[in-house]
């Protein structure tokens, strides 16, 4: 299947700070990818959909100014927590879609972020 | 995207098959049938898809009624490393928007020795 990396593996930082959070489609290219945020016994939640060199899509209930997302190429989108806070600490999943096979979806490893 | 039902929990023996039950009524017809896993603390792993025809793969079988109603993914042979929360998800399989994973609170599969 194909590869999607996803960096760092786990973060922990202090109140207020911000975080980024990358993901990269290393053996294909993706126009779009999917945000994720799974808290502890929960399923996951779609946060949002990446478009590359243009505005992502937001689910409703998440902050667009608080989850900055920017997709600058067609393998690589970032996820930026900003001014994070305790009940930012989640797992946070990225997905793409690889066209080569049938736009089947591939999932980072996770980013588990800790907000001190 | 269509909702889907599934049983929260599931035992299975070691070496015998499991078969895991997902309800999709609302279905569309141009709805395909995912089906992921999530280990635990990893990123979901692809494991079969299918639109109204039975599929097999290396990991695993896929039936799907002839209503499209409901279908069952087997593991033929479960081993202690299938023990994981089983998603059944139904997907446009376009991308963009229409092509988003809504997950579902899935089915926990534990493999008992």
């Known amino acids: 299947g194909a590869v999607v990396s996803q960096h760092p593996s786990w973060v922990i930082c202090k109140s207020g700070t911000s975080v980024k959070i990358e993901c990269r489609s290393l053996?294909?290219?993706?126009?779009?990818m999917f945000w994720y945020r799974q808290f502890p016994k929960q399923s996951l939640m779609l946060m949002a959909t990446?478009?590359?060199?243009?505005?992502?899509?937001?689910e409703q209930g998440v902050e667009k100014d608080k989850f900055l997302i920017n997709h600058a190429s067609l393998t690589l989108s970032t996820l930026t927590v900003t001014s994070a806070h305790p009940e930012d600490s989640s797992f946070y999943i990225c997905?793409?879609?690889?066209?080569?096979?049938?736009?089947?979806?591939?999932f980072g490893s996770g980013t588990q972020l800790s907000v001190l | 995207d269509a909702k889907t039902t599934q049983p929260p929990s599931m035992d299975c023996a070691e070496g015998r098959a499991a078969n895991l039950p997902c309800n999709h009524s609302t279905i569309s017809g141009n709805e395909y049938v995912y089906w992921y896993r999530q280990i635990h603390s990893q990123g979901p792993q692809y494991i079969i898809h299918?639109?109204?025809n039975n599929e097999t793969n290396e990991m695993a079988s896929l039936i799907i009624t002839e209503d499209r109603k409901s279908s069952t993914l087997i593991l033929p042979h479960a081993t202690l490393r299938d023990t994981a929360v089983y998603y059944c998800?139904?997907?446009?399989?376009?991308?963009?928007?229409?092509?988003?994973?809504?997950f579902g609170q899935g089915t926990t599969l534990q493999v008992k020795p």
């Open positions: 053996d294909f290219q993706a126009t779009t």
């Open positions: 997905s793409a879609p690889d066209r080569r096979q049938g736009e089947k979806l591939f």
């Open positions: 990446s478009n590359e060199g243009s505005k992502a899509t937001y």
């Open positions: 299918g639109l109204k």
């Open positions: 998800i139904v997907r446009v399989a376009l991308g963009g928007n229409t092509g988003k994973l809504i």
